[in-house]
């Protein structure tokens, strides 16, 4: 029994033994895939190091890379920032910094506060308004450009994603929540508000200026008028009144005229004074100058003063003359409008004197510019000035009398012939 438990107890060594072996052999084989992992991780390490630096060195794969990261694209809802001015700056103002992040512009504008001057606040909603986003939603869409194997493969293939549905799609929400985002702030900016309130009272202020101007324009016009109606009223009272004031005095004149008139020829017609004018020559004596001359007159053959009777006679003698005078301006007057016209006639008749070659291109001239030509007499005096080498230089009133001188004749040619036609028949 003792041996047999020895043995046992032998065999169990020999078996711990070998399991011990066997455990050293496990450990390294452990150890050496260690190794071998830890080498993996290490060329995985420098390949994933390799590629961010190939990434991040060129523009195009950055942007693509950069775009698709994660990007908190939430923008304020349209009750928030509604309430003091506080809190529209705090909501805004952070929703503007990071969405700024995309912006192609490296120095956009800040959303400021409250005080920030009426310039910069338009300035930075002209800028939101026509905001450029450099993000790039070509990782929507079907070709990997990581793929490619040239520069014109990816281009193509940028291309072609642009094309893309989801791409688009993608466009066309971010560019609708920064409009939206945009709108709501343009809306509830207490800036704004108060820059459209300002403007509409200045622009108040301007129409209510103008209206002030035209009315005052349209006031002074008035009062321009009614003064130049009342100096016209003014002077046509003061040449009413001067007709009036010389229509009395006229008739008066007249009056008093007539009166010495008659004295006159109660005076001449009388025993003493009869002998000494013609009973023709006293109508002619009273309508003899005016009261100035027949006064002096009928004052000395009234008194019967010394010399009155050479003074009736002169007087008559002067009336004769101022007659005769008269008489031969009329007759000069209408000599010399006879010889006025005689001269008109004369020169009319030479300007209707034409030659044989000038009726011939008269008539030429005629049947090519009939009546209604536009400018018919100028062209047909040009025509006859050029065809006959400046021979038959006519006016155009010359060409006209021309015209209807040789239209009368062939009229009064044509009605001879009909009744010559007419004795025959």
Known sequence: VSTQSTWEAVVSTQSTWEAVVSTQSTWEAVVSTQSTWEAVVSTQSTWAI?????????????????????????????NEGTGTEDEFFDVYGEAFNRWTYWSTDPDPPDLGNKDTPDDDVEEFYEFWYSFSSWRDFNFHG?????????????????????????????????KTKIRRMVDNAHKNDPRVNRIRERRRAEKEAKKEARREAKRKVKEEAEARSRAIREKEAAEEKARKDEADRVAKAAQTTQRKLRKLQNKIRKFCFSEKWEDLVESGDVELLCNYGGAEVLKPLV????DDAPGAADLLRSTVNKAKDARAEKLAAKEAEAKRREAEEAAKRAEKAARLKWNKQECELLSKAVSRFPGGTLERWDKIRKYLDKESAGGCSRTNEDIIDKVKSLSKKVKSRRQKGKKNGKKTS
């Open 299 to 302: 004052k000395a053959l009234k």
């Open 50 to 78: 390799q590629k961010a630096n190939d990434t991040l060195t060129d523009p195009w794969a950055r942007k693509l890379w950069e775009s698709g990261r994660s990007f908190d694209d939430r923008i304020p809802k349209d």
């Open 142 to 174: 079907e070709h990997n450009l990581e793929d490619a194997e040239t520069r014109d493969e990816k281009r193509w293939m940028a291309q072609q994603n642009a094309k893309d549905p989801k791409v688009k799609a993608a466009k066309k929400e971010e």
